[in-house]
Structures are given as structure tokens and as C-alpha cells.
């Protein structure tokens, strides 16, 4: 029996289930792949306009994003810095393999968080109180709270022009039992669209007519307060004054 059942390993799931386990609940994190723990598919960026400030508030309830891209990221920004502080706001590139494999690193870490992969197919509920969740390969995990951070992936679709056909993500599965189990329950799902830019082949860009946005030259980070971070990347640890 577990205290806190989270279904989805992508950035809210893995506040949740760190914030849940370091006030010692008994937490168990369901994902459908360990290897793709808190992916950045698209944009790998952390941060900007509105988002900065919501890394910082993470950040002061306890939370693991800002240490995590302090750790990871590639390069970082002030934006707006010729404006007033009321819009400026952080924005840091990161590695998105490194900052998986270093928030799977923190997971693992935690004590009473355990992490298992499987695709979770139904809610169980008894009465009007949950019981836990049932896995596409029949296991049964009982907990007393269920948190559902699933991402794009409930009846999840991909549109590609005139063409569309179901996935989470690119090349991963949706999870269309969880949905039908919400529908069953009474829920009402709908959906919501994200747009992704098209990639273009850097070999067809004449670079001489672009503008390089480069890196703050002295150390930016999101965590506060702190000492010093490692870099990862350079292998340089940046002291703060």
C-alpha cells in the first residue's frame, strides 16, 4: 500500500512524487518509460517570460526544476534586462539528455520513492474514495491518493499536416485505457493542441544574416539561495558573490 501514487514521470510528475516523499509518504511513480524521465521533446529551454518566475516558485516551496537546470543547462539569460524587474526573467538551454538522466538520478536518490515503468490502464475507485491503479500487464498498485500528471499523453494524438493517428509523443503510445477509465468515472476530457515549429536543416541557413544570442557572461541561476553549482558541461564549479 502506498501513500501517493503518481502516474507520469514528466515535470509535474516528478515534483509531485519528490514533494510527496519528502514529507515521508510512502510515494510509488508510474511511467511508461524510466528513460524518458522529465524529456524535453521540444523545446529544451527553462524558463522566460511568466515561466521563470513560476521555476523560481518551485524553487522556493522545495521543488527540484531549478536545481536541476542549474546543473544541466548549456547556456543562460537575463531577458529584458534593459527593462524594469517586474519582466525580467531567466532563461536557460539545457541539455535535454543530461537533465534527464539528472532528475532520474535525484528520483532514484530519494528515500520512499520507488519508480516502476508501466502504462497505467484504469483508476480504481470504490464508493467515492480511490483504492489505486491497474498496470496493461495486470498489476494492481493500491494507494490512498492518486495523482494523475499525464501530460499529453490521455488520447493522445499527433497531427502532421492532413494526417493524424494516435501516440503520446513521436514514436511513444497513448494512454487510451486511463482515458476511458476517467470517462467511466465521470470525468470529461478535452483536448488541447501544442504546436511545434518545423525543424530546418541547418546546412539550407545562410548563419550570415542571423543575429547570435549569446550566453550571459557572468553566472545566472534559478535556485535560491545558493553557494555554487557544478557545471556539468565544463566541469567548472561558478562561486557566487
Not at 514521470?9 to 528513460?35: F, K, Q, S, V
Not at 513560476?54 to 529584458?80: K, S
Not at 528520483?107 to 467515492?128: C, F, I, Y
Not at 513521436?170 to 476530457?189: D, H, I, K
Amino acid at each position: 500500500m502506498y501513500d501517493v501514487i503518481v502516474v507520469g514521470a514528466g515535470h509535474a510528475g516528478c515534483e509531485a512524487a519528490l514533494a510527496a516523499a519528502r514529507i515521508g509518504a510512502r510515494t510509488l511513480l508510474l511511467t511508461m518509460n524510466l528513460d524518458l524521465i522529465a524529456q524535453m521533446p521540444c523545446n529544451p529551454s527553462v524558463g522566460g517570460p511568466a515561466k521563470g518566475h513560476l521555476v523560481r516558485e518551485i524553487d522556493a516551496l522545495g521543488g527540484e526544476m531549478a536545481r536541476n537546470i542549474d546543473r544541466t543547462f548549456i547556456q543562460i539569460r537575463l531577458l529584458n534586462s534593459s527593462k524594469g524587474p517586474a519582466v525580467q526573467a531567466l532563461r536557460a538551454q539545457a541539455d535535454k539528455r543530461l537533465y534527464s538522466l539528472s532528475m532520474k538520478h535525484t528520483l532514484e536518490s530519494t528515500p520512499n520513492l520507488h519508480l516502476k515503468q508501466a502504462m497505467v490502464e484504469k483508476v480504481l475507485v470504490e464508493g467515492d474514495r480511490v483504492q489505486g491503479v491497474v498496470t496493461n500487464t495486470g498489476w494492481v498498485y493500491h494507494g490512498r491518493t492518486v495523482v494523475l500528471t499525464t501530460g499529453t499523453f490521455l488520447a493522445g494524438r499527433i497531427l502532421s499536416g492532413e494526417h493524424a493517428w494516435p501516440a503520446g509523443r513521436a514514436g511513444e503510445f497513448p494512454a487510451t485505457g486511463l482515458s476511458a477509465s476517467l470517462r467511466e468515472l465521470g470525468f470529461t476530457l478535452r483536448r488541447l493542441q501544442t504546436n511545434t515549429p518545423p525543424r530546418i536543416d541547418a546546412r539550407t541557413i545562410d548563419f550570415s544574416q542571423t543575429v547570435p544570442q549569446l550566453g550571459s557572461d557572468t553566472p545566472l541561476y534559478f535556485q535560491f539561495p545558493i553557494s555554487n553549482v557544478q557545471c556539468p558541461m565544463s566541469n567548472v564549479q561558478f562561486p557566487i558573490p
